[in-house]
């Protein structure tokens, strides 16, 4: 299996401040198709989780510009250019480039 | 609006069986992968299995076996029938979409509780 591992465990940060993330994979995500297949998924108190970033830096559909995706292999990183209260939570990457998919073991963002 | 809508959870004794089920409105369900994952209250995300349009499954190694994941196209709802359930199974259930490789819309969840 891949192994997905995130590190800061826990960002605190200041409102209006950069925060990032960083996820690495136990193995290549790049797939036989030539995609990359990492995303990264934000879930908030009391809620399912929500896409994010897919391909490694595919805004999904609503999510604000703020946050971006990078990275490339087995690198990821995802950036909140400033952070606002309603990007408290926890933020999780995912592989999709094999089975079984697996995740990152998750970063908690909180408000300083 | 894509919805998803789970139910059947509940408390269940070890070595008993229980059947999830997900509502999927709102999109075209039968042309669509879909997933079961599960999350351990204030635990990290754990995938469960996948059903391809075709009807291909894919199941993680720790309920390969014991669980079946199926979908009823007609209804526009996805199943996942849990056997031989073990303390360790407890967690809650969310039914997802697959889109393009990742993960899209989740369903709220639905809690399974493994207890004598």
């Known amino acids: 299996d891949v192994v997905m591992t995130q590190t800061p465990l826990s960002s605190p940060v200041t409102l209006g401040q950069p925060a990032s993330i960083s996820c690495r994979s136990s193995q290549s995500l790049v797939h036989s198709d030539g995609n990359t297949y990492l995303s990264w998924l934000q879930q908030r108190p009391g809620q399912p989780p929500r896409l994010l970033i897919y391909?490694?830096?595919n805004r999904f559909s609503g999510v604000p510009d703020r946050f971006s995706g990078s990275g490339a292999g087995t690198d990821f990183t995802l950036k909140i250019s400033r952070v606002e209260a309603e990007d408290v939570g926890v933020y999780y990457c995912?592989?999709?480039?094999?089975?079984?998919?697996?995740f990152g073991q998750g970063t908690k963002v909180e408000i300083k | 609006e894509v919805q998803l809508v789970e139910s059947g959870g509940g408390l269940v004794q070890p070595g008993g069986s229980l059947r999830l089920s997900c509502e999927a409105s709102g999109f075209s369900f039968s042309s669509t992968w879909m997933h079961w994952v599960r999350q351990v209250p204030g635990k990290g995300l754990v995938w469960v299995a996948l059903?391809?349009?075709?009807?291909?499954?894919i199941y993680a190694d720790s309920v390969r076996g014991r669980f079946t994941i199926s979908r009823d196209n007609a209804k526009n709802t996805l199943h996942l029938q849990m056997n031989s359930l073990r303390a360790e199974d407890t967690a809650v259930y969310h039914c997802a979409r697959d889109w393009f490789h990742a993960i899209d819309y989740w369903g709220q969840g639905t809690l399974v509780t493994v207890s004598s």
């Open positions: 995912m592989q999709a480039t094999q089975f079984p998919r697996t």
């Open positions: 059903i391809k349009s075709d009807g291909t499954t």
């Open positions: 391909k490694i830096s």
